[in-house]
């Protein structure tokens, strides 16, 4: 309910990185150490849609490449590919549950799959093209 009201009263910019707390002293009136318990909602309040956009679209982006990458013929890749996917899934899933921003090792696993997904990305261009020039 309090990141509620803060996403509603700074929807575009939020309230800054790690305000979220200082904010819900603003709506309870107690200060202590206060977590959204969702990172959709932390990061709304935290840095409003525009920062919210820039944190989800690379992992949404991600999450779409890696299952691309799952129809790779290669066993070994397959499995890799495989992996990355499940995790970005359900890193993506779990974060209506739990905050994950602020997790480092989190953020290295997200830059691994995000470097595979742009790998995936372009072999995938490049297949095409191969393909379009033994067609013609």
Not at 10 to 15: A, E, L
Not at 22 to 45: K, M
Request: hydrophobic share 45%.
């Amino acid at each position: 309910k309090t990141g509620v009201n803060i996403i509603k009263d700074h929807p575009f910019i939020g309230v800054g990185a790690g305000n979220y707390a200082y904010q819900a002293y603003n709506y309870y009136g107690t200060w202590r150490e206060v977590f959204a318990h969702s990172n959709f909602i932390e990061l709304l309040a935290d840095l409003g849609i525009i920062g919210f956009l820039i944190y989800y679209i690379p992992r949404i982006w991600c999450i779409v490449y890696l299952y691309k990458g799952l129809k790779i013929e290669n066993k070994n890749y397959r499995y890799i590919y495989t992996m990355l996917f499940s995790f970005c899934l359900v890193s993506f899933v779990f974060d209506y549950i739990k905050i994950s921003y602020n997790k480092e090792y989190l953020q290295l696993l997200f830059l691994v799959s995000f470097a595979t997904a742009t790998i995936t990305k372009i072999d995938l261009k490049k297949n095409k093209k191969t393909e379009l020039a033994r067609t013609n």
